[in-house]
């Protein structure tokens, strides 16, 4: 099944590993549409049915959850069927040094959730590519079973359609999407291109530990909070028969699932397992008199990986500071950033949807006349989203397509 995101999951992830991450917050409490006073008590249809109550829980009733009340059983299944494993080729030539990728020669896909084309992967994430036409219509619903997923919209807009409701989208959108969700992406027709960088993560995706207290409340100085994110709108349940295909990724596998019911039946939910947004452009960036190091542009935190935003923002304002960033030695993590406009302060030769790999072992920073260039710099217009991963990444094959070969001696001059 070639262009398959990478097989990742609970077997590269020692299960303390959950736990460590599970300390930091997710967002907050949510209740959506109707249900019962208490939990687990009888909460009938207008017909005298129950409806039935359903726990979508983690870490064994342990960890974040919510409570979901559906017109059906979502257990009811007319029969399943395999469309195929989950496969992921390295490439040929893994030599060690730095990767530029033009992604936006990479042709269009088929569908956003198993069309994707991929190009980094370890045991701890997949980052790929996903494109379609935004006339293109989403039949099948999904569910990635085995992973977390950090979906940045780089361009387009439309509906991210769930069990828990409806949540817009539009370019500079961050949409979690934690794993079991059953979900379905609307492209709006007018929208042109839809192109989404995905995260697929071995654990869950939370904000950064650091920016929240311990009763999970955002802090003063975090550089989003509670007010920046958006939770799904509540949309009246669907009471249909029929067929509806889900496709469900779990244990490297894709399985048609066929449901006798729409699976948007739930009349109401609560709880703090959900999916949820993030505009890029809520992120608050934070400066300094001197030049601030990576970690003032994290965004969210995984097992084995951080997620960082570069948003425009002032320079720094002591008389003789250097805005562009210092050479570094990344001697524990991979870096990776994709290019979601036409400007960066330190890169030359990268245009939008550029994405680049500076390796662990290969120290990096800004091109010849950059540093130079930068002093006296009042502010900077980049918008970039950066990956560090702290185990070695490699290449898909699939990535090889559209390399930039002379990237490597670009320092050169």
Not at 126 to 147: C, D, K, M, P
Not at 266 to 294: M, N
Not at 368 to 395: C, Q
Request: proline share 10%; aromatic share 10%; charged share 20%.
């Amino acid at each position: 099944m070639r262009g398959f995101p990478a097989a990742i999951g609970p077997p590269h992830v020692e299960p303390r590993s959950f736990s460590a991450f599970w300390g930091a917050p997710m967002p907050f409490y949510v209740e959506r549409g109707e249900i019962p006073r208490k939990r687990h008590i009888i909460f009938r249809q207008p017909n005298g049915e129950l409806y039935r109550e359903h726990l979508m829980g983690t870490l064994g009733f342990s960890g974040p959850a919510s409570l979901l009340y559906h017109i059906h059983p979502p257990t009811r299944v007319a029969g399943t069927r395999l469309l195929g494993s989950v496969e992921l080729q390295p490439e040929d030539d893994p030599r060690l040094r730095m990767r530029h990728f033009r992604l936006a020669e990479l042709p269009d896909g088929e569908s956003l959730t198993v069309g994707r084309t991929p190009l980094l992967f370890n045991a701890d994430l997949t980052i790929s590519l996903a494109t379609v036409q935004a006339g293109r219509h989403e039949a099948a619903f999904y569910r990635n079973a085995q992973a977390d997923e950090i979906v940045y919209v780089s361009e387009g807009q439309g509906t991210l359609e769930s069990e828990f409701g409806e949540l817009p989208f539009q370019a500079g959108d961050y949409l979690v999407i934690p794993r079991g969700i059953l979900h379905r992406y609307q492209p709006q027709a007018a929208a042109g291109m839809i192109r989404l960088l995905v995260v697929e993560s071995s654990g869950p995706v939370t904000p950064p530990r650091r920016y929240c207290n311990e009763q999970g409340q955002f802090l003063e100085h975090s550089p989003y909070c509670e007010r920046d994110i958006r939770t799904p709108q509540f949309v009246p349940p669907r009471d249909e028969h029929g067929t509806f295909e889900l496709i469900v990724k779990q244990n490297n596998v894709l399985t048609a699932i066929e449901l006798d019911h729409h699976p948007w039946d739930v009349v109401g939910w609560d709880g703090y397992y959900y999916p949820w947004a993030l505009s890029i452009y809520d992120f608050e960036p934070i400066t300094g008199r001197l030049h601030q190091p990576p970690p003032v542009h994290q965004t969210f935190q995984g097992p084995g990986f951080v997620l960082c935003s570069f948003v425009p923002r002032l320079f720094d304002y002591h008389p003789e500071a250097i805005p562009a960033p210092y050479n570094h030695s990344n001697v524990m993590s991979d870096e990776v950033l994709y290019y979601a406009n036409e400007e960066f302060m330190s890169r030359k030769g990268i245009g939008y949807g550029s994405l680049t790999l500076h390796p662990a072992g290969l120290p990096h920073g800004p091109h010849p006349g950059k540093a130079e260039d930068s002093i006296g710099k009042r502010e900077t217009r980049e918008l970039a989203v950066m990956v560090d991963t702290f185990r070695p990444l490699t290449v898909a094959a699939a990535a090889t397509a559209v390399e930039d070969s002379e990237y490597e001696r670009s320092w050169l001059g």
